[in-house]
């Protein structure tokens, strides 16, 4: 059954679009009917100002260093489509489709708010459009988030106009062609409308959405890990006996995964497991206050210039820059590598028996040297750890002007949340491999462990086994973990263990 999904410009969420994000493609849009009067209003100001020959930016003036000349009525058309084509100058790798697909949801969540100025059939199309799944290709690179994504967009709108390629049954073919296959009139774009299709921030925007619902995931993991580990160590949480049971979600986790009683053999207490609390609440505050401010950003008028009803003109802004998408990436980025650094450091502490008293044998297997266990995955988390110091490193810091110098100062965050997605992924596989070598830790428990604790390797062993005695072939293990982490699988576990 098709997910419906009512857009009104004001009160979407990331888990409306949940599905979308995670791959599932088949959604119907629908629009609600109160909004259409203020859409038809913003049109008809539109047709006001080219009707009486005033120079507007983008709707009878040039773009950026061209902004004063003015363009005769009978050429405005052609401006729209020489701004789209003009601007369609990305390249690299595509997006993936459902990335494109949650962006062209966003671009018509925001121009149904109604100060775009375009006509109520550009709304109607790409409703359609986005119904009939024609996902055009936009390739990766090339938005310095200043206009917002400005030629990331042009590619969307430039499918739709039946150039380029779209994405159809499994495949990119030919834009004209899967038009003609789905029977779609390729759109052209009146006064405003081609710059209302690629002024905004909805590249950044959807990929920000993708990996502030993995990052939930993996810091509900991570959580997890936490406790698995601490077990398997005999950890002192003596200490923290006193805690709040509302000011962090961290500590409310581990207590309820391990009980109330813990045991008085305190053998080591490192700070990846002392500070970790204080860490992972940090990192959880920053995912749901970055959450709060996506979902403000994808409920706003993102786009140049606004259309003033009232007033009847159009007024330029700065309301399709990017620095808000782009801070908003770095600072995941930031957070997420704290995590991974303390994940890492805790998986040395349960495959180095030489660190700590912890009583594990050497990498976790009973016949080291002939057997090495979990000598290496600590080594990909190792190598994971590193790649996250790069790609921390903030985008939003730089800008290098573009467009004649008018655009003096731009956001870069556009590459701020593409590494914002390969961090996650990275966040994926080390969390992943501290769950793995937490459970081979309990394995080796000398004590009877809690039932959530049982609950939780019962769940792992039935995705990895057991390497007591055996070598696996790790990749493939690492792998069904992360995507038992990616899927929302262990998310699952841990609500039906009511930890969360």
Not at 21 to 33: A, F, H, R
Not at 223 to 249: C, R
Request: charged content about 20%.
């Amino acid at each position: 059954m098709k997910k419906v999904l009512t857009l009104d410009g004001a009160n979407l969420s990331i888990d409306d679009l949940k599905d979308v994000l995670q791959g599932n493609l088949d959604i119907v849009i629908e629009i609600q009917d109160h909004i259409k009067n203020q859409i038809l209003q913003s049109r008809n100001t539109v047709d006001l100002i080219v009707h009486k020959k005033i120079p507007v930016y983008g709707i009878s003036t040039g773009f950026g260093k061209f902004k004063e000349i003015y363009i005769p009525q009978q050429e405005m058309v052609e401006l729209q489509k020489n701004l789209i084509i003009s601007h369609a100058s990305c390249v690299g790798e595509p997006l993936k489709p459902n990335i494109v697909l949650v962006m062209m949801i966003l671009r018509l969540n925001c121009l149904i708010r109604g100060f775009s100025g375009v006509r109520m059939s550009l709304i109607e199309s790409l409703q359609q459009a986005i119904n009939k799944k024609l996902i055009p290709k936009v390739p990766c690179q090339g938005s310095v988030g200043a206009s917002g994504d400005l030629a990331p967009l042009s590619h969307l709108a430039l499918g739709l106009m039946g150039i380029g390629e779209i994405w159809n049954d499994g495949q990119y073919i030919a834009a004209e062609q899967a038009l003609k296959i789905h029977d779609f009139q390729p759109l052209e774009y009146m006064e405003k409308e081609g710059l209302a299709m690629n002024n905004g921030t909805q590249m950044m925007a959807a990929i920000n959405l993708e990996t502030l619902m993995r990052s939930q995931y993996v810091m509900n993991a991570a959580d997890l890990a936490l406790g698995l580990t601490s077990y398997a160590l005999q950890t002192n949480y003596h200490f923290l006996k006193n805690y709040s049971k509302s000011d962090n979600k961290s500590k409310n986790i581990v207590f309820s995964l391990i009980g109330e009683q813990w045991t008085d053999q305190i053998k080591t207490n490192p700070k990846s497991i002392q500070t970790a609390f204080t860490i992972h609440q940090i990192v959880r505050q920053s995912i749901q206050e970055n959450l709060r401010i996506l979902e403000r950003e994808i409920n706003s008028t993102s786009d140049n210039p606004i259309i003033d009803n009232e007033q009847q003109t159009a007024k330029s802004g700065g309301n399709f820059h990017g620095e808000y998408m782009g801070m908003l990436a770095d600072n995941i980025c930031i957070a997420l590598q704290r995590l991974c650094i303390f994940s890492e450091r805790r998986q040395e502490r349960l495959v180095n028996s030489e660190i700590g008293d912890c009583g594990l044998p050497m990498f976790l297997t009973s016949k080291g040297g002939l057997l090495n266990g979990y000598m290496i995955p600590q080594y990909t988390s190792a190598a994971l750890v590193s790649e996250n110091k790069v790609l921390s490193h903030p985008s939003c810091i730089d800008t290098v002007p573009t467009s004649a110098n008018i655009e003096d100062h731009v956001s870069m965050g556009a590459y701020s949340a593409r590494k914002g997605l390969q961090i996650v992924q990275n966040a994926e596989y080390i969390i992943a491999i501290e769950l793995m070598c937490a459970a081979q830790g309990l394995e080796f428990a000398k004590f009877q462990l809690p039932p959530k604790i049982q609950s939780c390797l019962k769940f792992i062993r039935s995705i990895i086994p057991d390497v007591k005695t055996q070598d696996i072939f790790m990749n493939q293990y690492i792998e069904l973990m992360a995507k038992n982490l990616r899927n929302g699988n262990i998310n699952n576990l841990m609500e039906e263990l009511q930890l969360l």
